[in-house]
């Protein structure tokens, strides 16, 4: 049943080139300002912002991991979007760059992983974020590889031990799924269907393959837990609290048929298809910002509608903590002074509608579900914006700083 009331979450001063993300839920409004974040637009890699390797190491060897992270030599930027790539290529070198070629490493637990100095099979790329974040919003848009034993993933470490929140692992063979998780020192245990404790994470099953079109994977870093979306929709929630802060990974690993996320690639693969990233944006409650343009010649197609198939109760928890899940709603601004929108979250039978005015002087409406939505209005002294979805109401009114 329509409602007839609503309920207006409004905002006061935004210097003229401020973003702004909303969550609206069916009870609540949250709001999230633009932290950082890459929409790989320009012609090189912002090497302030992203390092190409962990700076500890040049892989996971305790994951039995084959690739060895370049020096951006597996990074490509084109047609506004971050290629990651990887392929069979041998390279003598040092796992960790300041330690001697014959010192040994070791596991967290002391076992012997060997020499430092060492062959690697396999050359891939990384981004790591130089900056560490603590809670917020994270998201990034992306295309996934889909050939054997690529192990792509997007995640925020940190802290210490060894702390994660793996907010997508994908396995190039098995393009219909994606793995969540979580890690830290025996923080993360949930019972299992039959009563039994375990680390949180686990595969979801989705109705769509990832390497077909552009998704979605965020996940809401919050307080005492952590929830999963995947195109805006909750998949998992991980009742874990994390107090330290983290930073932003994406990467291409090369599993093992002996390690983690097995098998490997076939022994003849020389070659890879490209983890293709649109854009990463954090996105946080502080009130500290900073502010970008989207480039108008940075154009890629909205993203599909993929959602899961089912998700075990493990990993989802409740139904009722999903009862006020909404959409999410971010606002940027075009480099020409226009806007867009993008919208997460819909079901496919919803839309939300889009209200600018300026005083008494209506300047664009709009009731739709479009994922991407173009608003051709520029951004002036006491432009507002409304956002509408179920019975809440989004807004905030330009007020250009001098």
């Not at 950082?36 to 992203?50: A, C, H, L, R, V």
């Not at 108008?296 to 009862?323: C, Q, V």
């Not at 606002?331 to 889009?354: H, I, P, S």
């Not at 008494?360 to 608003?375: A, C, G, P």
Request: charge should be neutral.
């Amino acid at each position: 049943m329509k409602r007839s009331f609503l309920i207006l979450f409004s905002f006061g001063i935004l210097i003229s080139n401020a973003q702004i993300l909303w969550q609206i839920n069916k009870d609540t409004v949250i709001t999230f300002n633009y932290r950082d974040g890459d929409e790989f637009s320009e012609p090189q890699i912002d090497k302030e912002k992203w390092s190409s390797w962990y700076g500890w190491a040049r892989s996971i060897y305790s994951n039995k991991e084959q690739q060895y992270y370049t020096d951006y030599e597996n990074h490509e930027l084109k047609n506004g979007n971050l290629y990651i790539t990887s392929a069979k290529k041998t390279v003598n070198a040092r796992m960790i760059d300041w330690m001697g070629d014959n010192d040994s490493l070791k596991s967290g637990k002391g076992v012997f992983q060997g020499f430092n100095k060492r062959e690697f099979k396999y050359v891939s790329g990384l981004i790591q974020s130089e900056q560490k974040f603590l809670k917020g919003y994270f998201e990034i848009k992306f295309k996934a590889p889909s050939d054997k034993g690529l192990w792509t993933a997007f995640w925020l470490y940190g802290g210490s031990p060894n702390e994660e929140i793996d907010i997508m692992e994908l396995k190039g063979e098995r393009e219909d799924q994606t793995h969540v998780d979580t890690h830290c020192q025996g923080c993360d245990k949930v019972r299992n269907a039959i009563g039994q404790k375990r680390s949180f994470g686990g595969w979801l099953k989705l109705d769509g393959d990832l390497d077909k079109g552009y998704n979605i994977m965020s996940c809401l870093w919050d307080e005492n837990e952590v929830r999963f979306y995947l195109n805006g929709k909750c998949i998992a929630v991980a009742k874990v609290k994390f107090t330290q802060p983290k930073h932003v990974a994406a990467n291409i690993a090369i599993a093992d048929d002996h390690g983690p996320f097995h098998p490997g690639p076939d022994k003849d693969a020389t070659t890879f298809t490209p983890f293709v990233i649109d854009y990463i944006r954090v996105w946080t409650k502080e009130d500290a910002q900073s502010n970008f343009v989207l480039k108008n010649s940075d154009s890629n197609p909205a993203p599909d509608n993929t959602e899961i198939k089912r998700s075990p109760k493990m990993l989802y928890g409740k139904k009722k903590e999903h009862a006020n899940d909404g959409i999410f709603v971010s606002l940027l601004k075009n480099e020409d002074g226009t806007m867009k929108l993008f919208c997460n979250g819909l079901k496919k039978t919803e839309n939300y509608k889009v209200k600018i005015s300026n005083g008494d002087q209506n300047l664009f409406e709009k009731t739709t579900n479009e994922r991407e939505l173009s608003i051709p209005v520029t951004v002036s002294n006491g432009v507002k914006v409304e956002v509408s979805y179920g019975n809440k109401t989004a807004s905030r009114t330009f007020q250009l700083s001098r």
